[in-house]
């Protein structure tokens, strides 16, 4: 019988010798974590470098970080979330984020139609507000579709600001909408500010735009002392990214808060590898009825790529009919979904 360093051979141990650490259990780790039935709850409301703003229900924006038994849970600006620990908001304080709500709403984006990586955008917005000049730069179709379909499949009600209205009429292009019952508001230098106020009031609306379009300069006559920085657009047409981290901003209200604006960075390109047609088209209970029908496979594009495809089918689809405008207009999605012309910056 082979001995230890200590001398002693198998047979001079017993059950004496067993040491048992106390607290430690047979039960996986996860059982015992904690439930945390005394955390507050609020809405992220910024993001950066491992830390999050959290807007308490109860007041106070406390600086957080991610519990561990989060592990890599992705949280973003709009998230409700529920917080432990010094939540007092004084300076210098750090709570932990230790539980994350189901979301209502998510507006995701890839960096382009290759990316198999969603990012997502904002959580639990209601409201869109895709915000676009008439001139200076030109407006592009383009994007303003792709993000109509981010909207569309992401729960998320989109609404059309046009600013700079006193360079040209926005009329014309505010027009190439109106099939998709897309409400519209002008935020120009020249135009008063009650429309938009009355589209977000009591409502939490993401604000996207390109740089240079006037995104910043509208947040900061909504929340006048929100000091989001603006920039000039340069000769060759592209704006500077003056903001770089989405935040949400309190609505003033009168006389308590009445909403919140997320103010989102200024993008060049909105990648849309997560949807495919079939995916807009159900966003739309009559065109989805109409393709019931649809050979499997079929792009809704209409001939001659899809000579059967149920939104051309007169008796689905009358001509002349509200439907029948709204089919057009979902296909000029359609095929803004399928290339980039026109949608980068």
Known sequence: MGRNARGRSARDYDESDVHIRPG????????DRPKHKDAKFGMVITKDRGRWGVALDDGPVVVSMRARELGRTPVEVGDRV???GDTTGRKDTLARIVKLAERTSVLRRTADDTDPYERIVV???DQMLIVTAVADPPPRSGFVERALIAAFVGNVSPIL??????????TPFAEEFADLNVPV???GVEDGLEAVES???NHITALIGHSGVGKSTLVNRIVPDANRETGEVSAVGKGRHTSTQSVALRLPGAPGPSGWIIDTPGI???GLAHVDADTVIN??????AATEQCPRGCTHAGPPADPECGLDDPELVPPETATARRRDAVRKLLNALRTNVEWEM
């Open 185 to 187: 508001v002008y935020a």
């Open 82 to 84: 529920g917080v432990v």
């Open 268 to 270: 060049r390109s909105f």
């Open 161 to 170: 600001c046009l600013t700079k209205t006193d360079l040209t009429d926005p």
């Open 24 to 31: 430690k259990g047979s039960r996986p780790r996860t059982k």
């Open 283 to 288: 966003v739309f209970e009559d065109l989805a």
């Open 123 to 125: 959580a639990n917005a």
């Open 199 to 201: 589209a977000i009031d």
